[in-house]
């Protein structure tokens, strides 16, 4: 039995991974310091307790403590890391850029640095679709230039993905940075749009729309794991993968769809683009397509009516 050290392991996409590997016969050894910034740690705990298996263990730690994740290092052996830890979310890292550099930037250099010491050879990290920050040619793609990031969170991410090349390069890893395109789904996560807009249109509080409204590649959380999992045993050598659903949806068309699963009107306020945030993103993923076999198969109308039903169930939402 082969087994995966997974960072993230109580988030969101963490936890959807641990599953899966579970589900596909990996051993997984979690680990995740239920931070508690961007939305409540009780829904991480929630997620772990979810994941009971005999061939799952999980350790509270913090990454950016060296000292906490060596030992972890010590007691297992692993075959691949999936790096998926990290303080997300754009906005507040305006607020707290050096906690987004201690757990993004240190976090990332303390995991590569036990794998180092551990002789671990196949490493994925995930990345973000922010790291193309102001870049305005769409679709986005892994050959264009990334050297505008726009807010701290995505220069975390960049940075991450350059610290990943030196591993890569230095002691022969072979490293896949996965950049994720708004990833959404069951368990997703409370301050990302599809799931504040859905919570507000249920209560009917408003909800704030950006600018014209901004337009984002929405990826179904099972395709996103799919694409780690092939990236994790596909992927040879330093690469970056888009990983996105490749069809960037309007925000009139998410909202429509919203009101027509939630069977309620949306209240709309209107709000410039916040600093920080860009205004579309849209993923060519031709790379991922091709080395991994990445292929998403969730459109954006069967993922958000699988997301409200899930939030109904969840909530106990009956309109
Ligand atoms: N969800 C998306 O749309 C999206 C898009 C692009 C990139 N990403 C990246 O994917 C990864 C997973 O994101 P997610 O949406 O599941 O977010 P999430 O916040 O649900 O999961 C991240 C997990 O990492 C944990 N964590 C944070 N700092 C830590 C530390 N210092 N030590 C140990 N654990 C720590 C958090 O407690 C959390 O459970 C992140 O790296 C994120 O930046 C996500």
Known sequence: MKTVFLTGAAGFIGSHTAEKLLSL???VIGVDNFDGLLYDPSIKRKNI???????????????????????????HKFDFVVHLAARAGVLPSLKFPQLYAEANITGTINVLEACKDAGIK????????????SNKKLPFSEEDRTDTQISPYAATKKAGESICHSYSHIYGMSIACLRFFTVYGPRGRPDMVIYKFTKNIFEGKPITVFGEGTKRDYTYIADIVDGVIAAMEKNKGYNIYNLGNSDTVEMTKLLSLMEK??????????????????????????KAKKI?????K???ETGLK??????????????
Do not use: M, Q
Request: aromatic fraction near 16%; proline fraction near 4%; hydrophobic fraction near 40%.
């Open 25 to 27: 016969g990996y051993a």
């Open 49 to 75: 307790v979810l994941l009971k298996n005999k061939n799952f263990t999980f350790y509270e730690i913090d990454i950016a403590d060296k000292a906490e994740l060596d030992k972890v290092f010590k007691r």
């Open 292 to 296: 991994l076999g990445f292929n998403p």
């Open 261 to 286: 699963y939630i069977g309620k009107k949306a209240i709309i306020r209107k709000a410039p683009l916040p600093t920080g945030d860009v205004p579309a993103t849209y993923a060519d993923i031709a």
């Open 306 to 319: 699988n997301f409200v039903d899930w939030y109904k169930k969840e909530f106990n939402e009956d309109i």
């Open 122 to 133: 196949r490493v994925v990290f995930a990345s973000s679709s922010s790291v193309y920050g």
């Open 298 to 300: 969730t459109k954006i």
